[in-house]
Structure formats: C-alpha cells, structure tokens
C-alpha cells in the first residue's frame, strides 16, 4: 500500500543523518573543548589546536608542529512536551492515488476522531556523548594536511510505550560519523588556503505505533479496484520499524588571512551530499529500500583580534542553507514536504591568556532555527541562546588540557502536527521548549 498516511511515516523516519554538527535543525555544533567554551566565536581562525580542522582547513598553515586533539562532549537535553491533546482518527478515509505523477486526494467526509488530553512529559532527549578527534601534520612552510574524526549527530527522542500520541511520540535513536581528509597550502605570509572531503556516515533506529479504529481504502491508478488495497487499524499497531544506514561525500574549503600576528579573519565553505539511506524500513504492511535526505552546505565567517597582549575578541557569522532540505523521497515518490529555511547564528566571544598556566575564554551564540511552519514533538526546535565559558590548563609547553561548559536556552513553540494537513486526524497539538547543558573535556598536544 502506498498511502500518504504510511509515507508520511516515513519521512518522519529519515531525520536520522546529520551534516555537520547540536544546533538548529538537526546540526551538531559540538566539536571541541575550546569551541564549546567560547560559544565557538572566532571558530574557524582561532586554531589554538588542531580541533580547528572541523571547521577550516586553511587554518592549518597557522601550525609549526605536529598537532593532536582528542576529546568528547556531554549534552544533557532537557526536553517538555506540555498542554497537549491529540486527535485519535476513527471512521473510513478513502484515498485516491496516481502513482505516475505521485498526485492524491482524501475523501475525509467518513473521518472522525476523539479528542484525548495528553499527559506533560519531560525527559524524553536523553545524554549523548559526543567524540571527537583531530592530527594535523605541516609537511613544510608550504603544506599540511590533517585527518578529523568527529561526530555529527548523537542524540534522539524516547517517549515511554504508553504515550497517548504514539504515532508522534515513539523512538528515535541516531549516530553519525565524520571522517575528513584535508590539505593546506600557504600563498604568502598573509594568505593561506585549504579544502579537503569528508565521509559522512549515519545510522538510526525508529520506531512509531498508529492507533485508531479506522479503515483505510486506496484507489490506485491503473490498476484494478480488486487489486486495490485497504487496511484496517482496531487499537494500537506497530507503524514504523525501522534499521537503516546511509554513506555520503561531502567536501569543504577554506581561506585564512592574518593581517598581523593579532588579527586575523577566515572564511569557509561546507558542501553537504543527498544521504541515500538504505537497510530495513518496515511499516504498515508496506517497505521501501531507500530513502533520500538532502543535508544543507554550510559557510562560516570567523575574526580574531587582540586587543592588549592578554585579551582577545573573536566571533563568527555561520549560514546554514536549510531550504535544501525541502522534500525527502524514496525511489519512486515524494514522501513528504518539509520547507525549512535558511538560519545564521552569531557568536562573539573573549579570550583572556592569564599566565602561562592558564587561559580563560567565553562566549554568546543566538542560534536561528530553520523550522518555518511544520512543527514536530519528535524533533522539538526553536531559536536558541548558548552562554558559555571555559579555560585551559598547560601542563606542558607541548601539553594542555581544555574544558567547557554551555547552558543552552530554548524557547516555547507552540506545536502542530499532523500525517496529513487535510484530515483532522491523527493530529496533536502540544507546547515544546528544550534547553541543554553540555560539558566538554579535551586533551590537544604537539610534538
């Protein structure tokens, strides 16, 4: 069967693979230590270590040695979904469908629902770990290259089995990995560009149950109406199980260019693949192989300046060209329209250099989100604000350790969501607001 009520399931499925980094959407910012604690103001030109190849690889020609980060960070979600009530469907739905022009129309005049007040939940995201890892080795005054293992994505969504909105609520478990190439070359003394290609690999669990007491008939096109399927939900059914992976290439490239030893600007560009995810996709009697996920680019722009010989200011304008990620498909429809936007964030941020033990920093990012209209529960999103600060100890001249640590405030969103926008069920409409802490340790060393 291929309704729009079982593809619509579907689509909710494929928001398992990330492109680069946990911001807005479904980004992931975590990639550093140092980052986090300066709210990543200054991000792609500070380059105090090598974590500075996640976001540009021209920086590595700021380098005289060999230099290694290795470390990982804590996000405690705190996610609520209150106020809600849900439309449970009842009745027939009869559905007209072409499959050569993926056109469809409901006939919902036999759709009913009951109306169900919807328990508060919280503690539905729960703590992801998130690793990171960084070489980069100067070949001469000329070259470098540099390798990067960091994850793009580690969180999800749980709801407990008995939420009264299964169908919205349910599981979701994802993880990503980046793996990046990169080579840097030096023009001159101010000017230094770099680029490199990144592997990006995903793997989700999901699961969602539909629950009801509604017959479902499709008119296919084409075929012949005793071939035409039906289907019938009495209670609870399982409508999404899903075990799938996907492997995409991406690419990037970056300038850098240092006015003097103090002030210097960087500039880079992220190109992010379709994710083709295939693997086991089970739900309403119906399978596919393969869905299609379009990840946005992302560009960065990032100053340093120190302003006296302890104290510098650094901040970043981030794009991130959400409105790729207009429909997801399968290999043969359209199986839903999501039209996100484009979003920015800002950060701005300080750093103090006390001694030579010691070096405090931190920092401020108002983070868009690119959800315009199509709300969700599952995937709760809104502007956010990250206050941040953190410090690194030298142990060693060759030697430091980093932390940092951001309190990440969302807002409220007020939440509708539906399979179909035509048919007044199933449908649910709730409040969300999610706020995190994330903590982060790093160990960078040069030799």
Not at 280 to 286: A, L, P
Not at 335 to 345: A, G, L, T
Not at 381 to 397: L, V
């Amino acid at each position: 069967m291929n309704t729009t009520f079982s593809r619509t399931l579907l689509a909710t499925s494929t928001l398992f693979i990330s492109s680069a980094t946990m911001a807005a959407g479904f980004q992931v910012n975590e990639h550093s230590a140092t980052g986090l604690g300066r709210a990543f103001a200054g991000e792609a030109v500070i380059a105090d270590n090598a974590s500075v190849l996640s976001r540009n690889a021209a920086a590595m020609m700021m380098f005289d040695k060999d230099a290694i980060s290795v470390g990982m960070t804590v996000v405690k979600p705190d996610v609520t979904v209150r106020n809600g009530t849900y439309n449970r469907p009842n009745g027939t739905l009869n559905v007209k469908y072409n499959p050569l022009t993926g056109k469809k129309s409901f006939d919902s005049a036999g759709v009913g629902y009951d109306s169900i007040d919807v328990a508060d939940v919280d503690g539905i995201a729960p703590t992801a770990v998130v690793p990171n890892f960084y070489y980069i080795h100067p070949i001469n005054e000329k070259f470098a290259v540099g390798v990067a293992a960091y994850s793009n994505f580690g969180t999800g969504t749980e709801f407990e089995s008995d939420y009264q909105a299964p169908i919205f609520g349910g599981t979701t478990k994802v993880q990503s990995m980046n793996l990046g190439l990169s080579l840097a070359y030096r023009v001159n003394e101010h000017l230094s560009f770099g680029g490199g290609i990144d592997v990006i690999y995903g793997m989700g669990d999901l699961y969602r149950d539909a629950d009801g007491d509604v017959t479902v008939n499709v008119d296919i096109s084409g075929i012949p109406d005793s071939k035409d399927p039906s289907l019938t939900i009495n209670g609870k059914t399982t409508a999404v199980d899903i075990q799938a992976t996907g492997v995409g290439l991406g690419a990037n490239i970056g300038m850098v260019y240092e006015v003097n030893e103090g002030n210097r600007f960087g500039l880079s560009y992220k190109y992010s693949p379709e994710i083709e995810a295939e693997g086991d996709v089970s739900f309403m009697k119906q399978s596919y192989d393969a869905v299609y996920l379009p990840l946005p680019d992302i560009a960065e722009f990032s100053g340093f300046h120190m302003i006296t010989d302890k104290t510098a200011i650094h901040y970043s304008i981030q794009w991130v060209g959400w409105s790729a990620f207009d429909t997801i498909e399968t290999e043969s429809a359209t199986v839903k329209e999501y039209n996100w936007k484009d979003s920015y964030h800002y950060s701005i941020g300080a750093t103090h250099y006390l001694n030579n033990k010691w070096i405090l920093r931190t920092g401020y990012m108002y983070d868009q989100s690119p959800v315009n209209e199509l709300t969700s529960i599952s995937i709760p999103d809104s502007d956010r604000q990250w206050f941040s600060a953190g410090f690194t100890y030298n142990w060693s001249s060759n030697t430091a350790i980093d932390f940092g640590f951001t309190y990440l405030i969302g807002k409220d969103v007020e939440v509708h969501e539906f399979v179909e926008e035509s048919l007044p069920a199933p449908a649910v409409t709730a409040t969300t607001h999610a706020d995190a802490i994330l903590a982060a340790i790093q160990l960078s060393h040069s030799f």
